[in-house]
Each structure stands twice: as C-alpha cells, then as structure tokens.
C-alpha cells in the first residue's frame, strides 16, 4: 500500500473445529423443489425486555461483499496454523469472491457453492468480527436468522453442508482447543434432507462428557415449506436466568432441543460457555457430516445453489445488556487488529504481512481501538509487542499506547513508531509495560503531534 487512504476491505483468513459427524439419526428426505421465493423483510423489532446488540440485515447493492465492519471472510481450506480442511474433512476451498459469497440487492445474502471445469469446489465462509456474545449474568442471549438452505434436493445434493453457528471466543488465533472452548450449531443441513439439526459441543474428542464428536444434539423437519423450498427462523437462546442454565435451539419459534449445565460436568460447561462466542455462516461440501448421510459431493451434485440469508440479529437480556469482560482474548497470544469490539477513526485492509488477512490502517493522532476481556492472568504481563508498519512522510512519527478499560485512563506503556519502509514493511516492536494482571479491555490509543496518519496494526500480544 503506497497510500494508507486507499483501504481495501478483506478480512483475515480465519479457521474453523472439527466439527459433528451424527452419526445414526434416522432421517427421511426432502421431495420436491420450489422456486426461490423473494426475501426483503427486516428482521423483526425486538421483544420487550430485549436490546438488540448485533444485526445485518444484508441490505446492499446486488453483486456487493458483506460488511466488513461486521464480517470477516474465512478463506482457503482451512486457518493459518489450524487443522486441514477446517477441521471436517470437507473438500472445498473457501474464498471472499462475489462468486460465492455476494448480496442480492433483495435484502439477502447468498453464500453459493461453485465447482470450475477441473472438478474443484469453491464456496464461502463468513465469521462475524465480533467474539464476545453471550448473556449477562442472570440474563439471557438470542442469536437468530432467517435462512433458506440451498434449494437443491436428492442426488443432485450429495454432499452439501450449509450451516449457521458460533464458536467459543478462545478458538481465534487457538485453532486446537475443539470442543473444550465449545461450539453452538443452531442449524446444520445435509443433502437437501428436509431436516434440521441443533448441537452443543463441549468436552474432550474423542468420545468425553458430550459425546464427541457428534455433540450433544436434536434434530426437527421443517413444516409449511421444506427447509429448501422457503425461509425458515433458526435461533439459539442461551439462559442464565433459570436454576439450571441452558441453551435451547428453536425452529420457526418453536424450541426442538435444549441442553442444560447439568448435563456435564461443572468444569466442562465452564470450559465451554464462561467466555464469548462469533458468528458463522458457511456452506461446505462433503466431510464427515455429509458422509454420515451418504457421502459426496460427487459428478451428480449440482453447484450454483444458495443459502439464503435474510438477515442475522443478535438480542440480549437481563440484568444489563452487556455482559463484563470475562477473559475471551488471552492475552499472551496474538490478538488480530482488526478483531476490535468498537474504534474510532480506524480502517482496514488487506496485508501482505505473513497469515495474510487484514490490518487496521490509517491511524493518526487521537484514534483508537477497544478489545475487551483480554486475560491477563495472576501473573504480571509487563511487555507489549506490536506488528507494525509506516510509510509516513519525514518527520513524522506517533506513539502506540496502551490503556485499560478506559480511554481516558493514563497508558501503561506505549512504544514510538515512525517510517518503517513502507505501510506494509512490517516490524515488530516491544515495550515495557506496567504489571498488569487480570481480566481488562485493552485499549490501543495513538497519539502525535502531527495530524497525518503514522501507523498501520496488524497483531499485537503480551509477555511477561
């Protein structure tokens, strides 16, 4: 980037678990197809009690990405680092082109499988950049969306995999601590079967409290429509407010499975729900879901059809609307820019730096980013490591600081930055801190004397 006002918006290549194959569910298929009915509703005004703290209702010019404010793209076949073909055996790869993943200028998004003429599989994959939701304390979390699984039935279905889900929080930039930090299936779909399934992993893998790897998990049929031939509401509830907390999954209001605490034991369920949890919508093809149901994709399967996606709303409620920092980001472990909860004055764009993925861009003096519940620890931190980049003008230079929990509180440390060879010529710098412990959000600050941007964030960590 020779310009740090030219920002593109692409966003890092995240992962995904090892996720369920269930394994002797007794299901009956989907008949006939219906044509693709029209979907430009909002989603619906939240209920009394409720606040709504997250939605996309995928509103957009037809053929334009997602909202990179709120989502990144996970591409390739699998995260940096993290297990091959994402954890599940499926063959695809995953990309951020509007080939496959693209609004329909109707209100929708559509996530659409493609295969080229050599046989190879592509599709897409969205996370939402957001990892920290889940209830208050005493309260309650909704998670819902408003989804038509690709319209496509028998033979020609082999193989397809659409899904809408979370994963725990810890599991970015981790990618090897499936199912203990937990995952939350609130619809998964197989070969144009006219069946849903709900599922909550947790535990140990093999086998373990929650019976991995097919999780603990119900299944319904859609009624009215086919899951295939119209839009259906998916949602999660996740309750802290009865004796037993639970998490119940509902199709088209109507609540087919729950899973409570004391179905495991006390520190599986903490393992797997004391944290915060993002957003996925993805459609795979094959892997061992698909496999348990008759395997494929293969040269019978049709690509070109669409998960259909109204919109994603994220409801919270109780005994107040956002819950406390509860150590969702290790501290000690690479913390990626442009995973912030909330900023002011910073962008994006894609990095040449090594993962690839994004930066956050054009920061100059007085703009900041919030990442909360970052995990200190009993035992102090007292170093600050950022991966930076400048291509600023001479003379001019800033400083990166750190602050805790609020902006105007005095840094307890910083490290100055000035041209670095380029706005992707990346270094990286440590700093000493002051000892911190505990669970904090974390601040970056930038500061200078001159109004021009000076610096370019990629990752940042702690060290003691």
Same mark, same amino acid.
């Not at 990166?400 to 010529?425: C, H, I, K, M, Y």
């Given at each position: 980037?020779?310009?740090?006002?030219?920002?593109?918006?692409?966003?890092?290549?995240?992962?995904?678990?090892?996720?369920?194959?269930?394994?002797?569910?007794?299901?009956?298929?989907?008949?006939?197809?219906?044509?693709?009915?029209?979907?430009?509703?909002?989603?619906?005004?939240?209920?009394?009690?409720?606040?709504?703290?997250?939605?996309?209702?995928?509103?957009?010019?037809?053929?334009?990405?997602?909202?990179?404010?709120?989502?990144?793209?996970?591409?390739?076949?699998?995260? @940096? $680092? #993290? &297990?091959? +073909?994402?954890?599940? /055996?499926?063959?695809?790869?995953? *990309?951020? !082109?509007?080939?496959?993943?693209?609004?329909?200028?109707?209100?929708?998004?559509?996530?659409?499988?493609?295969?080229?003429?050599?046989?190879?599989?592509?599709?897409?994959?969205?996370?939402?950049?957001?990892?920290?939701?889940?209830?208050?304390?005493?309260?309650?979390?909704?998670?819902?969306?408003?989804?038509?699984?690709?319209?496509?039935?028998?033979?020609?279905?082999?193989?397809?995999?659409?899904?809408?889900?979370?994963?725990?929080?810890?599991?970015?930039?981790?990618?090897?601590?499936?199912?203990?930090?937990?995952?939350?299936?609130?619809?998964?779909?197989?070969?144009?079967?006219?069946?849903?399934?709900?599922?909550?992993?947790?535990?140990?893998? @093999? $086998? #373990? &409290?929650? +019976?991995?790897?097919? /999780?603990?998990?119900?299944?319904? *049929?859609? !009624?009215?429509?086919?899951?295939?031939?119209?839009?259906?509401?998916?949602?999660?509830?996740?309750?802290?407010?009865?004796?037993?907390?639970?998490?119940?999954?509902?199709?088209?209001?109507?609540?087919?499975?729950?899973?409570?605490?004391?179905?495991?034991?006390?520190?599986?369920?903490?393992?797997?729900?004391?944290?915060?949890?993002?957003?996925?919508?993805?459609?795979?093809?094959?892997?061992?879901?698909?496999?348990?149901?008759?395997?494929?994709?293969?040269?019978?399967?049709?690509?070109?059809?669409?998960?259909?996606?109204?919109?994603?709303?994220?409801?919270?409620?109780?005994?107040?609307?956002?819950?406390?920092?509860?150590?969702?980001?290790?501290?000690?472990?690479?913390?990626?820019?442009?995973?912030?909860?909330?900023?002011?004055?910073?962008?994006?764009?894609?990095?040449?730096?090594?993962?690839?993925?994004?930066?956050?861009?054009?920061?100059?003096?007085?703009?900041?980013?919030?990442?909360?519940?970052?995990?200190?620890?009993?035992?102090?931190?007292?170093?600050?490591?950022?991966?930076?980049?400048?291509?600023?003008?001479?003379?001019?230079?800033?400083?990166?600081?750190?602050?805790?929990?609020?902006?105007?509180?005095?840094?307890?440390?910083?490290?100055?930055?000035?041209?670095?060879?380029?706005?992707?010529?990346?270094?990286?710098?440590?700093?000493?801190?002051?000892?911190?412990?505990?669970?904090?959000?974390?601040?970056?600050?930038?500061?200078?004397?001159?109004?021009?941007?000076?610096?370019?964030?990629?990752?940042?960590?702690?060290?003691?």
């Amino acid at each position: 980037m020779s310009d740090p006002s030219g920002i593109h918006r692409r966003p890092r290549s995240p992962r995904r678990a090892l996720l369920a194959v269930l394994g002797t569910l007794g299901l009956v298929a989907a008949a006939t197809t219906i044509a693709v009915p029209s979907a430009d509703a909002s989603a619906p005004t939240p209920p009394s009690g409720w606040t709504q703290v997250f939605l996309d209702d995928f509103q957009g010019a037809a053929g334009s990405g997602v909202n990179t404010s709120n989502w990144r793209y996970a591409t390739g076949k699998g995260y @940096p $680092g #993290g &297990p091959a +073909n994402w954890g599940t /055996g499926e063959i695809e790869t995953m *990309t951020n !082109s509007t080939n496959n993943v693209s609004l329909d200028g109707n209100g929708n998004l559509r996530i659409t499988p493609r295969r080229d003429a050599s046989g190879n599989w592509t599709s897409g994959r969205i996370e939402t950049n957001r990892t920290d939701f889940q209830p208050p304390a005493g309260g309650k979390l909704r998670v819902e969306s408003r989804i038509q699984v690709p319209n496509v039935t028998g033979a020609a279905a082999k193989g397809y995999w659409p899904a809408f889900w979370m994963l725990g929080g810890p599991y970015r930039g981790n990618y090897w601590n499936w199912p203990a930090v937990g995952e939350l299936d609130i619809m998964e779909n197989t070969q144009g079967m006219n069946t849903v399934f709900a599922t909550m992993h947790c535990g140990t893998s @093999p $086998g #373990g &409290p929650c +019976n991995e790897t097919s /999780g603990i998990g119900g299944n319904t *049929t859609c !009624s009215g429509t086919t899951c295939q031939a119209g839009l259906h509401t998916y949602r999660m509830e996740w309750d802290r407010s009865t004796s037993v907390e639970e998490i119940r999954f509902y199709l088209d209001g109507v609540n087919f499975h729950t899973v409570r605490a004391n179905q495991v034991d006390a520190t599986t369920w903490a393992n797997a729900t004391n944290h915060g949890f993002f957003v996925i919508l993805n459609v795979a093809m094959g892997g061992g879901f698909p496999d348990a149901f008759g395997g494929g994709p293969d040269g019978g399967t049709q690509p070109g059809h669409s998960m259909v996606v109204d919109y994603v709303q994220v409801l919270s409620s109780g005994s107040g609307t956002t819950p406390p920092p509860t150590g969702n980001r290790d501290a000690y472990s690479a913390i990626q820019a442009e995973s912030h909860d909330s900023q002011g004055g910073v962008g994006t764009e894609s990095t040449s730096d090594s993962g690839g993925g994004q930066n956050i861009a054009s920061l100059a003096n007085g703009d900041w980013a919030l990442y909360r519940g970052v995990n200190f620890g009993s035992s102090a931190a007292n170093q600050f490591v950022g991966r930076v980049a400048s291509g600023a003008a001479s003379g001019v230079s800033g400083l990166v600081e750190v602050r805790l929990d609020s902006r105007g509180n005095a840094p307890v440390g910083s490290f100055a930055v000035g041209n670095t060879g380029g706005w992707q010529s990346w270094r990286t710098v440590p700093a000493n801190i002051t000892g911190v412990t505990g669970t904090h959000d974390v601040y970056l600050t930038f500061s200078s004397g001159q109004p021009a941007d000076f610096v370019n964030v990629n990752w940042f960590n702690f060290g003691r």
